[in-house]
Nanobody
Framework: VQLQASGGGLVQTGDSLRLSCVAS?????????TGWFRQTPGKEREFVAA????????KYADFAKGRFTISRDNAKKTTYLQIDSLKPEDTAVYYC???????????????????WGQGTQVTVSS
Protein backbone atom coordinates (compact mmCIF):
# COMPACT_ATOMS: atom_id res chain seq x y z
CA VAL A 1 0.00 0.00 0.00
CA GLN A 2 1.31 3.44 -0.93
CA LEU A 3 0.06 6.56 0.81
CA GLN A 4 0.41 10.01 -0.70
CA ALA A 5 -0.21 12.93 1.64
CA SER A 6 -0.79 16.44 0.35
CA GLY A 7 -2.44 19.75 1.20
CA GLY A 8 0.07 21.27 3.55
CA GLY A 9 1.49 24.73 3.18
CA LEU A 10 2.32 28.05 4.78
CA VAL A 11 -0.75 29.65 6.33
CA GLN A 12 -1.58 32.29 8.89
CA THR A 13 -3.03 31.88 12.36
CA GLY A 14 -6.76 31.31 12.12
CA ASP A 15 -6.69 29.85 8.61
CA SER A 16 -7.94 26.40 7.66
CA LEU A 17 -6.36 23.58 5.72
CA ARG A 18 -7.57 20.27 4.40
CA LEU A 19 -4.95 17.57 4.15
CA SER A 20 -5.51 14.60 1.87
CA CYS A 21 -4.11 11.09 1.93
CA VAL A 22 -4.62 8.97 -1.14
CA ALA A 23 -4.06 5.24 -0.87
CA SER A 24 -3.07 2.96 -3.70
CA UNK A 25 -1.67 -0.50 -4.22
CA UNK A 26 -2.80 -4.06 -4.38
CA UNK A 27 -3.31 -4.58 -0.66
CA UNK A 28 -5.46 -1.53 -0.22
CA UNK A 29 -8.58 -3.52 0.59
CA UNK A 30 -6.82 -4.88 3.65
CA UNK A 31 -6.62 -1.43 5.23
CA UNK A 32 -9.20 -0.77 7.92
CA UNK A 33 -7.89 2.18 9.88
CA THR A 34 -6.33 5.34 8.48
CA GLY A 35 -4.68 7.73 10.85
CA TRP A 36 -2.96 11.09 10.91
CA PHE A 37 0.09 11.86 13.00
CA ARG A 38 2.29 14.93 13.22
CA GLN A 39 5.89 15.49 14.14
CA THR A 40 8.12 18.44 14.91
CA PRO A 41 11.94 18.33 15.01
CA GLY A 42 13.30 16.58 18.06
CA LYS A 43 9.94 15.20 19.14
CA GLU A 44 8.20 11.88 18.72
CA ARG A 45 5.44 11.42 16.22
CA GLU A 46 2.16 12.51 17.78
CA PHE A 47 -1.25 10.99 17.14
CA VAL A 48 -3.86 13.39 15.75
CA ALA A 49 -6.86 11.36 14.57
CA ALA A 50 -7.88 8.06 13.02
CA UNK A 51 -10.94 6.73 11.25
CA UNK A 52 -12.36 3.29 10.55
CA UNK A 53 -13.21 2.26 6.99
CA UNK A 54 -15.95 -0.06 8.23
CA UNK A 55 -18.21 2.26 10.17
CA UNK A 56 -16.59 5.68 9.82
CA UNK A 57 -16.08 5.95 13.54
CA UNK A 58 -13.29 8.37 14.43
CA LYS A 59 -10.90 8.82 17.30
CA TYR A 60 -9.13 12.07 18.16
CA ALA A 61 -6.28 13.15 20.37
CA ASP A 62 -7.48 15.47 23.10
CA PHE A 63 -5.81 18.50 21.54
CA ALA A 64 -7.49 17.75 18.21
CA LYS A 65 -11.07 17.68 19.46
CA GLY A 66 -13.00 20.65 18.16
CA ARG A 67 -10.60 21.95 15.47
CA PHE A 68 -9.63 18.80 13.60
CA THR A 69 -12.02 16.66 11.57
CA ILE A 70 -11.05 13.39 9.95
CA SER A 71 -13.14 11.90 7.17
CA ARG A 72 -12.74 9.45 4.34
CA ASP A 73 -14.13 8.78 0.90
CA ASN A 74 -13.84 5.04 0.37
CA ALA A 75 -14.67 5.33 -3.32
CA LYS A 76 -11.73 7.70 -3.81
CA LYS A 77 -9.54 5.78 -1.36
CA THR A 78 -8.82 9.10 0.27
CA THR A 79 -8.71 10.20 3.89
CA TYR A 80 -8.96 13.87 4.78
CA LEU A 81 -7.91 15.91 7.79
CA GLN A 82 -9.62 19.26 8.06
CA ILE A 83 -7.83 21.66 10.40
CA ASP A 84 -9.62 24.85 11.40
CA SER A 85 -8.47 27.87 13.38
CA LEU A 86 -4.84 26.94 12.85
CA LYS A 87 -2.35 27.92 15.52
CA PRO A 88 1.43 28.27 15.36
CA GLU A 89 1.73 25.19 17.57
CA ASP A 90 0.08 23.16 14.80
CA THR A 91 3.23 23.63 12.75
CA ALA A 92 4.57 20.16 11.97
CA VAL A 93 5.00 17.55 9.31
CA TYR A 94 1.72 15.67 9.06
CA TYR A 95 1.84 11.99 8.17
CA CYS A 96 -0.94 9.64 7.20
CA UNK A 97 -0.74 5.98 8.06
CA UNK A 98 -2.72 2.82 7.39
CA UNK A 99 -3.44 -0.12 9.65
CA UNK A 100 -4.70 -3.49 8.45
CA UNK A 101 -6.19 -4.33 11.84
CA UNK A 102 -9.78 -3.22 12.50
CA UNK A 103 -9.20 -2.04 16.06
CA UNK A 104 -9.63 1.69 16.52
CA UNK A 105 -8.78 1.19 20.17
CA UNK A 106 -5.07 0.95 19.32
CA UNK A 107 -5.10 3.65 16.66
CA UNK A 108 -3.28 6.18 18.86
CA UNK A 109 -0.11 4.10 18.77
CA UNK A 110 2.20 4.73 15.84
CA UNK A 111 3.78 1.30 15.99
CA UNK A 112 0.55 -0.52 15.09
CA UNK A 113 0.41 1.06 11.66
CA UNK A 114 1.64 -0.97 8.71
CA UNK A 115 2.07 1.72 6.08
CA TRP A 116 3.14 5.36 6.17
CA GLY A 117 3.02 8.24 3.72
CA GLN A 118 5.85 10.68 3.16
CA GLY A 119 4.35 13.59 5.13
CA THR A 120 3.20 17.06 4.25
CA GLN A 121 4.53 20.20 5.94
CA VAL A 122 2.12 22.55 7.66
CA THR A 123 3.57 25.87 8.79
CA VAL A 124 1.42 28.36 10.65
CA SER A 125 2.74 31.89 10.97
CA SER A 126 1.72 34.11 13.88
Amino acid sequence: VQLQASGGGLVQTGDSLRLSCVASGGAINSVYITGWFRQTPGKEREFVAAISKVDGFAKYADFAKGRFTISRDNAKKTTYLQIDSLKPEDTAVYYCAADVSPYLLTAMTASVYDYWGQGTQVTVSS
